[in-house]
């Protein structure tokens, strides 16, 4: 049978029984409510199989690629035993299931498919295409709506994962991007209790974004809160203090002074470009990155882009 072509499942898709893989805020794997509980997955690289799989554009990878990510260290035929035991597990463990069946991660050619001949709903994939229309968009529900598919962090079980940490930080920062997108939107409609929430949100997940602290600070001072602002630039400077070791930039300093001696218009509140603009998708604290990098030869494990929008445009269409 020729490969289906992977049909990736629109946000607005809700047929129940869709196998359904959730990755954001820890790992299940479910047939409508008939799911397979986290103690069965007692082989870790067979879960992990399924997840490196999922995380994929087409849900597929190359063997060698396989062996590479999950076994590093081993050579050629110890890997290459350890792949057929586990696959061996995950197949008999997904296939006594009920709802899932046979089939559920095949070989095509060299390639390991998972879900290759069934659609399948996955987590990453409705949060990566509600974010792109979100951020096109501008809408504020649209943005509601992608904030409300972020389940959380991206498989925190597997914290310590080389194959996760890029695309864990990538998903939080988009996730950010939507938070502070909606308070600028509701900035921009004068809604300004709703803004300051937006920002107070984004700085509980990255409390070092100065751009957010000073968005927040301008916001609490057009709102008559200069204590509230001026307690926000403290606490940004003890969490730069006690993460990266350096004070916040001269740019938010100058806000600050300007919030303290009360020369600061609180209608209008002006700030330097660069503070007022809130971050875009990008990798997560720029600043911290330096601190733990993801070695090189682990990056080249992995295809550089592990989501694409090609091939999307109908499920992007659907959930528009």
Request: no cysteine; hydrophobic share 45%.
């Amino acid at each position: 049978m020729a490969q289906a072509e992977p049909d990736l499942i629109a946000v607005a898709d809700a047929d129940p029984e869709l196998p359904t893989i959730t990755l954001l805020g820890g790992f299940s794997i479910a047939v409508g409510t008939r799911a397979i509980d986290a103690p069965s997955w007692r082989l870790r690289k067979a879960g992990h199989i399924l997840k490196l799989l999922a995380l994929m554009p087409r849900r597929q990878l190359p063997r060698e690629q396989v062996i590479e990510v999950l076994w590093p260290n081993l050579d050629g035929d110890a890997a290459a035993n350890n792949l057929r035991v586990t696959l061996h597990f995950a197949r008999k463990l997904l296939e006594a299931a009920d709802g899932f069946g046979p089939g559920v991660v095949q070989w095509r050619g060299d390639q390991l498919v998972l879900f290759p001949d069934r659609k399948v709903r996955v987590d990453v994939d409705q949060f990566d295409i509600a974010a792109d229309v979100a951020l096109r968009s501008l809408d504020p529900l649209a943005i509601e709506l992608a904030l409300g598919l972020y389940g959380g962090e991206l498989l925190p079980e597997d914290r310590f994962e080389d194959w996760v940490i890029e695309r864990r930080e990538s998903l939080a920062s988009t996730h950010l991007a939507l938070l502070h997108s909606l308070a600028r939107v509701r900035e921009e409609r004068g809604e300004l209790a709703e803004a300051i929430e937006s920002l107070r949100q984004a700085l509980q997940h990255d409390p070092i974004s100065e751009p957010a602290s000073a968005a927040l600070m301008r916001l609490y001072a057009r709102s008559n809160r200069r204590a509230q602002a001026l307690r926000q630039y403290q606490q940004l400077r003890e969490a730069l203090q006690r993460e990266l070791d350096v004070e916040p930039e001269p740019d938010t300093t100058r806000l600050y002074e300007s919030i303290l001696t009360g020369t600061l218009d609180a209608g209008h509140s002006p700030v330097p470009a660069r503070l007022a603009s809130l971050p875009t998708p990008a990798p997560a604290r720029t600043r911290a990155a330096t601190l733990h990098p993801l070695p090189r030869e682990t990056r080249s494990n992995l295809p550089a882009q592990l989501t694409s929008f090609i091939g999307r445009e109908p499920d992007i269409a659907a959930a528009r």
